[in-house]
T-cell receptor, first 114, second 114 residues
Framework: AQSVTQLGSHVSVSEGALVLLRCNYS??????LFWYVQYPNQGLQLLLK??????LVKGINGFEAEFKKSETSFHLTKPSAHMSDAAEYFC????????????FGQGTRLTINP | KAGVTQTPRYLIKTRGQQVTLSCSPI?????VSWYQQTPGQGLQFLFE???????NKGNFPGRFSGRQFSNSRSEMNVSTLELGDSALYLC?????????????FGPGTRLTVL
């Protein structure tokens, strides 16, 4: 069964510092990988996705992630944190093309210190 | 284009009751998926409907059911409510045309079972 592990349920960085949120997946076949963000009392918003092609994926709000098959990882990064980045971030995987079923990690709450 | 809408946004029920939640997808989207979000279990896939047929199902008891109408609107029903059913229920819609299509999430319905 596919699974997703997000290392660190809480991450705290200073404004302007690098943001690194870790995600590892277990899958015997190439997966489709996603990062979502959730602000308080809101639904999920897609930050970026990896399906095929280039392993470095750029998303919205300056975020990017790199698919590393050898490490089964899909870590999310942003060079310079902004206060508005404070939210909960979810990594998700889907194995089946066209199947609208996502398996989510437990989430990482990102706090930005002024 | 209007986003995914969910009604009601908040709901309070007592144990043993049943509840129906509604989701209106983005115009033109034919797939609707439902997820349950709780602090303990995180985000879990409930089921997906496409063209009025259930296409995928998660590991939830039969008390959880759903349906989709010809206009792609979807409802989910939970019968004989238990305290553990208290959660944020998220609906997501996608176009689903072959390759993976992004899921757009609604704001959710927060269900509290007393």
């Amino acid at each position: 069964a596919q699974s997703v592990t997000q290392l660190g349920s809480h991450v705290s960085v200073s404004e302007g510092a690098l943001v690194l949120l870790r995600c590892n997946y277990s899958s015997s076949v190439p997966p489709y990988l996603f990062w979502y963000v959730q602000y308080p009392n809101q639904g999920l918003q897609l930050l970026l996705k990896y399906t095929t092609g280039a392993t470095l994926v750029k998303g919205i709000n300056g975020f990017e992630a790199e698919f590393k098959k050898s490490e089964t990882s899909f870590h999310l990064t942003k060079p310079s944190a902004h206060m508005s980045d404070a939210a909960e971030y979810f990594c998700a995987v889907s194995l089946i093309q066209g199947a609208q079923k996502l398996v989510f990690g437990q989430g990482t709450r990102l706090t930005i210190n002024p | 284009k209007a986003g995914v809408t969910q009604t009601p946004r908040y709901l309070i029920k007592t144990r043993g009751q049943q509840v129906t939640l509604s989701c209106s997808p983005i115009s033109g989207h034919r797939s609707v998926s439902w997820y349950q979000q709780t602090p303990g279990q995180g985000l879990q896939f409930l089921f997906e409907y496409f063209s009025e047929t259930q296409r995928n199902k998660g590991n939830f008891p039969g008390r959880f059911s759903g349906r989709q109408f010809s206009n792609s609107r979807s409802e989910m029903n939970v019968s004989t409510l238990e305290l553990g059913d208290s959660a944020l229920y998220l609906c997501a819609s996608s176009f689903t045309g072959g390759t993976y299509n992004e899921q757009f999430f609604g704001p959710g319905t927060r269900l509290t079972v007393l």
